[in-house]
């Protein structure tokens, strides 16, 4: 099976811009969850999405939202970027239920950098 | 407040010698228990998981113990190799969440020197 993608690999924003990050999970995994790492903050959860619908939301400000389409394809927006926004953004997915299926698997990341 | 510490941020092992890293948690509820492996600038690579119901779990050169009076959980990596250097992640999950969320330690970076 192809692993989680994360399109785009880098992207390089001004403050006040927006952008969209995608993910495409592993096939037939339902469950995608967004995280950012900074060096700072470390691995910190955004938000989860199951079957189209957002179930958990990290404490992030509104300017994060994300959605998940029918194919279980998502996608993050970040909008009114802001410095403290670089980071690396990773996508996971989770497939089958029970406790294996509790096992998130990670894209690449999506390396953002706002200036 | 941190809710899965891993207090050594950097560990260097010989090559062929046993690997330790170490991951407390705080909260009673976590179930679920991972380890990742992670380079820079990549996204982390699943090791090894546990189940509160387990104590030990054993895949290839990997050994995740837990202590779930103690809160605490550890990694085993015998024999280590220098391939093993990266920075390694415990994280937990609690099924009441209803959500798959995962909870992050701040990482310990393994060094494995040949």
């Known amino acids: 099976k192809a692993g989680v993608t994360q399109t785009p690999r880098y992207l390089i924003k001004t403050r006040g811009q927006q952008v969209t990050l995608s993910c495409s999970p592993i096939?037939?995994?339902?469950?995608v969850s967004w995280y950012q790492q900074t060096p700072g903050q470390g691995l910190q959860f955004l938000f989860e999405?199951?079957?189209?619908?957002?179930?958990n939301k990290g404490n992030f400000p509104g300017r994060f939202s994300g959605r998940q389409f029918s194919n279980s394809r998502s996608e993050m927006n970040v909008s009114t970027l802001e410095l403290g926004d670089s980071a690396l953004y990773l996508c996971?997915?989770?497939?089958?239920?029970?406790?294996?299926?509790?096992?998130?698997?990670f894209g690449p990341g999506t390396r953002l950098t706002v200036l | 407040d941190q809710q899965v510490k891993q207090n050594s941020p950097s560990l260097s092992v010989q090559e062929g010698r046993i690997s330790i890293l170490n991951c407390d948690y705080t909260?009673?509820?976590?179930?679920?228990f991972l380890w990742y492996k992670k380079y820079p600038a990549e996204g982390p690579t699943f090791l090894i998981s546990?189940?509160?119901?387990?104590d030990k779990n054993e895949v290839g050169r990997f050994t995740v113990f837990l202590n779930k009076s103690a809160k605490h959980l550890s990694l085993h990596i015998v024999p280590s190799q220098p391939g093993d250097s990266a920075v390694y992640f415990c994280?937990?999950?609690?099924?009441?969440?209803?959500?798959?969320?995962?909870?992050f330690g701040k990482g310990t970076k393994l060094s494995v020197i040949p």
């Open positions: 096939s037939g995994h339902r469950s």
């Open positions: 999405y199951f079957s189209e619908t957002q179930r």
């Open positions: 909260n009673s509820m976590f179930d679920y």
């Open positions: 546990i189940s509160s119901i387990k």
């Open positions: 996971a997915s989770t497939g089958a239920q029970g406790q294996v299926g509790r096992t998130q698997y």
């Open positions: 994280a937990a999950s609690y099924s009441g969440a209803g959500s798959y969320q995962l909870t």
